[in-house]
């Protein structure tokens, strides 16, 4: 098997385009400073994790026990006994969040999802796949949910059993959920702790929040039920994958005995992705806890300078505690085009992952929104 040419002309130029590029990113939370060339030699095997890597499977190449050691890994980062916990390398956050969801609906089949205005577009998404009854919440205006109008809603739909989907870290405004005051205003309404569902969307925040020295409320100690995580976004990964982990004791009201693959499924997907698991080992592995505080720390204090090097130009940039994402009047579209920045309304964010080593990428960007912005004063 060979290509023509042409297709290997057309290949190369892909691969040069990714060279030149590959540390483009400034507006989405990728980061690229990662390095799996030690399992390049895995990518001739058609890898499997089908099913659950807690069980027996007569497909041999599988990579179930590097799964099982993630899932320890962030069972313990997420603050729950290994033993009481499950989860599994999902293909990306949305798949994580489905998961929970998921859970959500068949713990309480009649109760109504809750997410603010900020929530990921992915959640829509889910609520109309999973058919569960939902209602968006107001947001505050640093991204946090609206907590009254939370409590607001849930009375006027006289909802019994609510399940909460709170943003560990939104898109757009990087806004944490404060988890407590939510737990806090559903039991002064007289909610019990068994009369609620609460999954904690921590795509981007996730792999921030445990290691920085004043956290908000994220982990199971904190009173949720499940989490999802992102693997391409702060740990990064050539493959889109995502961590999602939950109680042992919900998962196991929706496992399925599978006669044909002799195990038991409690995963969306059928054939599963087996080498994002071994990225996502690798990279557990290969990073000490203290690694992480100083990777998370760069980013932060870039996110910091960012902040001021704007407000010193008199451009009103700000962000939320423990977030690396930047929120700045939107600038010309010629610019947000240059630096390929999301934007939503009227503002843009830029989001300092782990490959800005320094602020000269930043720095860039900030020059000219700041010449934009004079070149419109004027
Ligand atoms: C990126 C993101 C998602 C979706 O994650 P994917 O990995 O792209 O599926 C969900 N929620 C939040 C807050 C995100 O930032």
Redesign the pocket.
Known sequence: MTLSIESQNKLDAFWSHCVKNQYFNLGY?ESADFNYTNLERFMRFSINNCGDWGEYCNYLLNSFEFEKEVMEYFATLFKIPFAESWGYIT?????S?MFGCYLGREIFPEGTLYYSKD??Y?VAKIVKLLRIKSSVVESLPNGEVDYDDLMNKIDRDNEKHPIIFA?I???VRGAIDDIALIQQRLQEAGFKREDYYLHA?A??SGMILPFVDDPQAYSFADGIDSI?V?G??MIGSPI?C?IVVAKKKNVDRISVEIDYISAHDKTISGSRNGHTPLMMWEAVRSHSHENWVRRIERCLNLAEYAVERFQKAGINAWRNRNSITVVFPCPSEDVWKKHCLATSGDIAHLIVTAHHLDSSQIDRLIDDVIADRQANAA
Do not use: I, Q, R, V
């Not at 293909?91 to 798949?95: A, H, L, R, S, W």
């Open positions: 939370p293909n990306g956050g949305t798949e969040n929530t990921h992915s943003n870290g939104t898109t969307d795509a981007l999802g992102s391409h976004k889109p995502g």
